[in-house]
């Protein structure tokens, strides 16, 4: 089985920072692709950024400039570092780590258990 804990959520006022976590234990053979969605009431869940295993990233465009995204790789833990926050940024946050369990078994997805972000004064 593979876990995924996420943290780092809470309340910020906007303009503020806030740093997530989301780190994958359990039977790992390789991980390849880190990444994190969020989901705002009534929408869709989107994706927010997304880093490959060779360190490549991919945002989206609301949140360029904005935030980072990183990874250790020795500690199977994706970050997004989140700064200048504002309202719209309010949404369940996600990771979503995309890993094969063992050699020749093909990669699947696994996802954390979400973490609310909520940019408010």
């Known amino acids: 089985q593979v876990q995924l804990v996420e943290s780092g959520g809470g309340l910020v006022q906007p303009g503020g920072s806030l740093r997530l976590s989301c780190a994958a234990s359990?039977?790992?053979?390789?991980?390849?692709?880190m990444g994190w969605y969020r989901q705002a009431p009534g929408k869709q869940r989107e994706l927010v950024a997304v880093?490959?295993?060779?360190?490549?990233?991919n945002y989206a465009d609301s949140v360029k400039g904005r935030f980072t995204i990183s990874r250790d790789n020795a500690k199977n833990t994706v970050y997004l570092q989140m700064n200048s926050l504002k309202p719209e940024d309010t949404a369940v946050y996600y990771c979503?780590?995309?890993?094969?369990?063992?050699?020749?078994?093909?990669?699947?997805?696994?996802w954390g258990q979400g973490t609310q972000v909520t940019v408010s004064s």
């Open positions: 359990g039977r790992i053979f390789r991980i390849n692709a």
């Open positions: 880093i490959t295993s060779g360190g490549s990233t």
């Open positions: 979503n780590v995309r890993l094969n369990v063992q050699f020749g078994v093909p990669q699947r997805d696994y």
